[in-house]
């Protein structure tokens, strides 16, 4: 009890119980994390601690520690347990012998020097070894020590966990289109900022080659209020946004151009096109929707399907869903795309439509029905993304605890979690409709420019694919 009573308490050496002699130490292991912790809390971004490239051309050859974090430990032992609270610094020196790697272990030792009755100061010798015992560090402490014993229980702060910055984890899925060349694409009724944008980052990333249709008077007068410059764009003038969306279509029917991208119209207006049976650009399978995701507690991309476009799909839909889905992780090169078939539940149960339709689609794939990937449903989905939800339920199966595809039973559900994601989550959303002749970047109105670049990406990929297939 006194071992797990002093865990959760902090507690002091008063200036009396100190003697001359005495000592306390702490050992710590250098990791990564440690480096760029300290970097942000501090604001020292020089590149010989958080660059690996420039790190190879210093003195040292590799990234290493900011030399102050050893004195950050040395100010730990003072402040928590030597003299520990109460304790105020007077004065503090500090020689740096040798850097700090990643995987040393420091052990910081502080061993009382000298005291001082008339004003209670104490002044201790500070050393930090590392696990080979050279001298890292070697200095002085002055400290006003406390003289009132305290004994606390120890404040529970708030977990830091480091993830990518929204701006990295973007480059990370621009990174499915490295090393493919532009492709020509149509932007339907690109007029308002975020859409026109879009289309232009993504031209400027050399992703494609846009042509923009819609009214011209009122996308070169967006160009120049937002001083956004049209070179390299094509533009087809059209009256209204149910024209750009005939036009766009008709372009991509005709092979004029390898994608599309909903600007500023509604969806309706464009899937309406897109559905049409003579005009349209409908294929053998039904068409569907997937959200290719990015997110911070995740360890793969996610793909969500269909959460835009197929409100209550049946049985049948739901096969050719998979089927987008799996297809198109196949060219993210996602190897055996694992697909969780989500439900309420993970078991069938014949008052749950979703369980059975689950049931049955593992059956098809079973029997060849559906190609290139591995099914399993239902699933919850605590079951579906998390391995140890899965053991605690005594599920075994190669796809529960690690899905790339979650296939949703209703666009209501696929909407909410989605959103979720990325409103909570942080999660990054690339958007694209799949079973067209040509690939449609399908995103909100409200979506920013960044992501619709990123749904670009992903149709680059397909469009590529689909070269290489004629």
Not at 296 to 321: C, M, S
Not at 350 to 362: F, G, H, I, N
Not at 405 to 417: F, K, Q, R, T
């Amino acid at each position: 009890m006194d071992n797990i009573e002093a865990l959760e308490h902090i507690e002091n050496r008063t200036y009396d119980e100190i003697k001359v002699g005495d000592s306390a130490t702490l050992v710590r292991t250098l990791r990564p994390d440690d480096i760029q912790m300290f970097a942000i809390m501090s604001g020292d971004m020089n590149p010989t601690h958080v660059d690996p490239e420039y790190a190879k051309s210093s003195s040292f050859r590799e990234v290493v520690a900011h030399g102050m974090w050893g004195g950050v430990l040395i100010s730990n032992v003072l402040g928590t347990q030597f003299p520990g609270p109460g304790t105020v610094y007077v004065d503090q020196t500090l020689h740096f012998e040798r850097a700090v790697r990643v995987g040393d272990t420091l052990t910081v030792k502080v061993t009382c020097q000298r005291k001082f009755d008339h004003n209670h100061h104490i002044l201790f010798d500070c050393l930090c070894t590392n696990q080979d015992g050279l001298k890292v560090i070697q200095g002085t402490a002055e400290v006003l020590a406390p003289t009132e014993k305290v004994r606390r229980p120890k404040v529970n702060l708030p977990e830091l966990r480091l993830s990518e910055t929204k701006k990295s984890r973007y480059e990370h899925l621009l990174e499915v289109s490295k090393g493919l060349s532009a492709i020509r694409m149509g932007v339907a009724h690109p007029c308002d900022p975020e859409s026109l944008k879009g289309a232009l980052l993504a031209r400027d990333r050399g992703l494609i080659e846009p042509t923009l249709v819609g009214p011209e008077d009122k996308i070169r007068a967006i160009a120049e209020q937002y001083t956004l410059d049209l070179a390299g764009c094509t533009i087809i003038n059209v009256a209204h946004s149910h024209a750009a969306a005939e036009t766009a279509v008709k372009l991509a029917r005709d092979g004029q151009v390898e994608a599309l991208m909903k600007g500023s119209l509604h969806t309706d207006e464009l899937m309406g096109e897109v559905v049409a049976k003579e005009t349209g650009l409908r294929t053998e399978r039904r068409i569907s929707h997937v959200f290719v995701m990015d997110v911070p507690t995740y360890p793969r991309p996610l793909l969500i399907t269909d959460a835009a476009v197929n409100v209550a799909p049946t049985l049948e839909d739901k096969a050719d869903i998979v089927q987008n889905a799996i297809d198109l992780a196949l060219m993210l090169h996602i190897v055996d795309p694992k697909v969780a078939i989500l439900a309420a539940v993970e078991t069938v149960n014949p008052k749950m439509q979703s369980t059975l339709d689950a049931a049955a689609l593992c059956k098809m794939a079973d029997r060849g029905q559906i190609r290139g990937g591995l099914l399993d449903g239902p699933l919850a989905f605590d079951n579906a993304i998390s391995v140890v939800a899965a053991r605690s339920k005594g599920i075994k199966s190669v796809v529960a605890g690690q899905a790339d595809i979650l296939l949703v039973p209703d666009i209501e559900s696929g909407n909410m979690l989605a959103k979720q994601l990325e409103y909570l989550a942080e999660a990054l959303a690339a958007g694209i409709v799949l079973g067209t002749r040509v690939p449609i970047v399908l995103t909100s109105r409200a979506d920013s420019a960044q992501t619709r670049t990123a749904s670009t990406a992903v149709a680059v990929v397909m469009a590529h694919a689909k070269r290489k297939k004629n």
